[in-house]
């Protein structure tokens, strides 16, 4: 089994307020969920249900706020 290196700081609390990056990276790096064209994004149908769930973040949670 392959072993990953932990990806979190260890005596960092995820709890408090501050700036969180998040990066999708897709096995083989497949453009599962569409590409960019000319500087723009442009979702597929499976790109579509990853940014409405992006979305839903925020209507979920009022603490949080998402920029793409």
Known sequence: ???R???????YDYAQSGY???TLCTQNRIHYF????NG?????QL???ALR?????????DYVR???
């Open 5 to 11: 290196k932990p990806n979190r700081l260890h005596d």
């Open 40 to 44: 723009i994004i442009c979702v597929n």
């Open 20 to 22: 969180y990056f998040v």
């Open 34 to 37: 569409g590409g960019i064209r």
């Open 47 to 49: 790109g579509s249900i």
């Open 66 to 68: 998402t920029r793409l």
């Open 53 to 61: 769930q992006w979305e839903w973040l925020t209507q979920q949670y």
């Open 1 to 3: 089994m392959h072993h």
